[in-house]
């Protein structure tokens, strides 16, 4: 009997342990389906929807309601909708369609007629039936309830849901050339079970269909177009798509390191245009742009209207994984997720301004040179000594590891000495003006240690000679990369429950690994400690600048109960992390290029040059290399030495107005196989040194005259031809096909460029 017994429990094993896991994991999904539901909002079913007492269906009339002598803003109290005419050309920007927009929007069905006659739409959750979904109503179909309030310069609208209980206020002022559009957080109102969880403003301003000349543009990569005219290349099941500020809006591993998920979503800066004939209107986030994502719709999604909005969180969301196991033998269970809100409204207003823009400006050359002088104006874009861009923008790898059948095996690919020597012999061809930045400089760089220096590379003395070295030549700038948002277990001195970051289950936001490591994002407090003990080890190697792996790419709210964080308020510590480092006198650059880096940052690195790639993106342009230009150095992505065809690879730089960059090692790159760091397959310094030395010596002959000035103006003149203006009147000239073409007169040869000066 006990034989069998035995032989019952060893033949279904496998079974009884999965069945066993779901009951723990049955429990531990009770657990946070609990915890979810006690960080809900209260809510009574005592709520009773009052009558409807306005119907937004109606004609109404646009009445003036404030002007300033370059905008006038006009009002229908009936629609709650605006429209904006800018006084310079008369040009009229509606909020919601019309006839005049959309020829045929009487034949729409009433649903989508009422949806693009609608001034803002929202998103809310039932929290009673809490796996619903989320539930989308439009202004004119779903708001009974209307109000306005003349106040300076425009109008509060409150917009009342009455079914669910929910009014949003709305503020509409003219200021100066712009129109901003203001959401108090305190003038969101619910009163019933329902949890409003996004808005979307004003998702039809300046929407228009294919027939003029024209664009959407939106923050993929450092800028892309979606062009009108190219909408019979595109495929008949076009899709929007979403750019979440500064962040995927579900925060993961996954979304932070598989690229796909990174760049797909994740928005530099919090802006999108839309260019019709000679108009363009630009929008960007002034407040809240944390919580807010670009939402594009090209012409063909439903309707033949391309429009760009912003939609705007109001709350933090967050998902409870339920289970997802296997035992092994075929047999899974998955409890799936389940999305929940969080109970309190984020305490922020949210602030967008339109700019208007008319003739020559009317593109997104103008609406760069729009939101470049907003962050002049508010301190948010640092004004650099390091701006002139003709560097050379070099990365080395110091070191790196290889797995052993113990021990893993330390590779020396570049020590501190044999930098020197690299910075030397570039000295001697002529080259000594150099943003170098130093990647695995330290020891436990695996996991994320900070310091010191690796005694394999030479140790402090070696870090100390090369201070003293960068001290000594003044066109030499020396950056140390840390990583700091990301730690793992083996993290000296890391807390793995103060400081690390939770979602909204009060969960960390973890990842496991093979080698038995727990990978965690650290709280944003415990960055700014971090930092601080960086700052003060440093303090011997005054000529070292710090290089910045991650702060300038992840900003993410954190409800860590010790030290909880909303989006915006991450934001505002990693700035001041910047600053704090800026402090000491230190160069400080970012390979992150979101926004808030650039207030301190003296040299953003990795720029992205290309778009994720969506098939509604047409191509790429430099905005934020436009923003940045006469004001802070910066190079792409792109390493020369890594590119399949490094003249293609040369023109993207000048293109982009991007320094030469190229990432090497000292050492053979064939001491990197089967390493981390195979990637970095044509590596070696003494093989790439005469290319390095050709291609910066073609920069220096070519562009001396536009080193340090603002790029002015980006021109697609063709699939293969571009244009691009400098502040000072040069232009260049670039043509990216196999054969010579001329361009506006100028004869560019095959896969090269001209350098032009007053048209000569």
């Not at 989320?134 to 779903?142: M, N, R, S, T």
């Not at 020891?443 to 590379?457: M, Q, T, V």
């Not at 290089?547 to 109960?561: S, T, V």
């Not at 910047?578 to 808030?596: E, H, M, P, V, W």
Request: proline letters at 2%; one cysteine or more; a negative charge.
């Amino acid at each position: 009997m006990g034989e069998k017994i035995k032989r019952f429990f060893l033949d279904r094993i496998g079974s009884i342990v999965f069945l066993v896991i779901i009951a723990i994991l049955l429990v531990i999904g009770t657990g946070r389906v609990k915890t979810a539901r006690s960080n809900a909002i209260t809510y009574s079913d005592d709520y009773e929807a009052p009558e409807k007492e306005a119907d937004l269906t109606g004609a109404g009339e646009y009445v003036s309601i404030a002007e300033n002598g370059k905008l006038e803003l006009l009002y229908n109290d009936v629609k709650g909708a605006i429209q904006v005419r800018n006084l310079e050309d008369g040009y009229l920007w509606k909020s919601i369609v019309d006839e005049e927009v959309y020829p045929k929007l009487s034949r729409a069905n009433a649903q989508w007629k009422l949806n693009m006659q609608s001034a803002i739409h929202i998103k809310y959750n039932d929290l009673k039936k809490r796996d619903s979904g989320v539930k989308e109503l439009y202004a004119a179909k779903d708001c009974g309830y209307l109000s306005s309030e003349y106040i300076e310069n425009g109008v509060a609208v409150t917009y009342g849901f009455l079914a669910p209980g929910i009014y949003i206020t709305v503020e509409y002022t003219i200021d100066g050339d712009e129109l901003v559009v203001k959401i108090p957080y305190e003038k969101i109102q619910e009163y019933s079970k329902f949890a409003v969880a996004s808005i979307s403003v004003l998702p039809y301003m300046g929407a228009c269909g294919n027939e003029n000349d024209g664009y959407l543009f939106y923050p993929d990569g450092s800028g892309a177009i979606t062009a009108f005219d190219r909408v019979a290349e595109r495929a008949a099941n076009v899709k929007m798509s979403n750019y979440f500020v500064y962040l995927n809006r579900s925060v993961s591993f996954n979304n932070i390191f598989f690229l796909d998920n990174y760049d797909r979503y994740t928005a530099a800066m919090p802006v999108c245009g839309i260019k019709n004939g000679d108009n363009a209107l630009f929008a960007y986030m002034a407040e809240g742009a944390g919580n807010s994502c670009v939402t594009v719709y090209p012409s063909g999604v439903v309707v033949d209207l391309n429009r760009i909005s912003f939609d705007i969180f109001t709350r933090n969301v967050y998902n409870v994984d339920m289970y997802n196991i296997s035992s092994g033998n075929d047999a899974q269970a998955t409890g799936g997720q389940v999305q929940r809100v969080d109970k309190f409204v984020i305490p922020e207003d949210k602030v967008i301004r339109y700019a208007f823009l008319s003739g020559d400006k009317a593109n997104y050359s103008g609406m760069a040179e729009v939101y470049r002088e907003y962050l002049i104006r508010n301190s948010l874009l640092n004004d650099s000594q390091a701006a002139d861009n003709g560097k050379l923008a070099l990365k080395l790898l110091m070191g790196t590891t290889k797995p052993g059948i113990v021990f893993d095996e330390y590779i020396t690919m570049t020590t501190y000495d044999q930098v020197i020597e690299i910075l030397e012999s570039l000295k001697s061809k002529g080259i000594s003006n150099v943003e170098l930045v130093l990647n695995a400089w330290q020891k436990g760089w695996e996991d994320y240690e900070n310091w010191g220096p690796d005694s394999h590379l030479g140790g402090k003395k070696g870090l100390k000679k090369l201070a003293e070295y960068a001290d000594a030549n003044a066109d030499l700038n020396v950056y140390l990369a840390t990583d700091m948002v990301i730690a793992n277990s083996e993290t000296s001195g890391l807390n793995e429950e103060e400081d690390v970051a939770y979602n909204g289950l009060n969960i960390e936001i973890s990842a496991g690994s093979t080698d038995g490591k727990n990978w965690y994002l650290r709280n944003p407090y415990a960055i700014k400690q971090v930092n601080e003990a960086f700052l003060k080890k440093l303090e011997k190697y005054d000529a070292v600048g710090v290089a910045y792996m991650d702060l300038g790419k992840y900003a993410y709210a954190d409800f860590n109960e010790w030290h909880p964080y909303i989006k915006s308020e991450s934001v505002k510590e990693l700035m001041g992390i910047f600053a704090d480092t800026k402090k000491t006198g230190r160069l400080i650059a970012s390979a992150g290029q979101n926004q808030y880096a650039f207030a301190s940052s003296d040299y953003i690195y990795d720029m992205k040059e290309d778009p994720f790639g969506l098939s509604i993106t047409d191509y790429a342009v430099p905005f934020a290399q436009m923003v940045l230009s006469g004001r802070l150095s910066y190079s792409s992505e792109s390493a020369g030495n890594l590119a399949y065809d490094l003249q293609t690879q040369k023109l993207k730089w000048i293109e982009f107005g991007s320094a030469p960059s190229f990432y090497l090692t000292y050492e053979s790159a064939l001491k990197l196989r089967n390493t981390g760091n195979d990637r970095l397959f044509s590596s070696t310094f003494s093989d790439w040194e005469p290319e390095v030395v050709s291609v910066y010596d073609e920069y220096r002959r070519n562009f001396g005259k536009i080193f340090g000035v603002r790029m002015k103006e980006h021109e697609v003149l063709g699939p293969d031809y571009r244009k691009v203006t400098y502040e000072n009147g040069y232009i260049v000239y670039i043509n990216y096909s196999d054969k010579e073409a001329v361009i506006e007169g100028v004869t560019v040869p095959a896969k090269n460029y001209i350098v032009t000066e007053g048209g000569r």
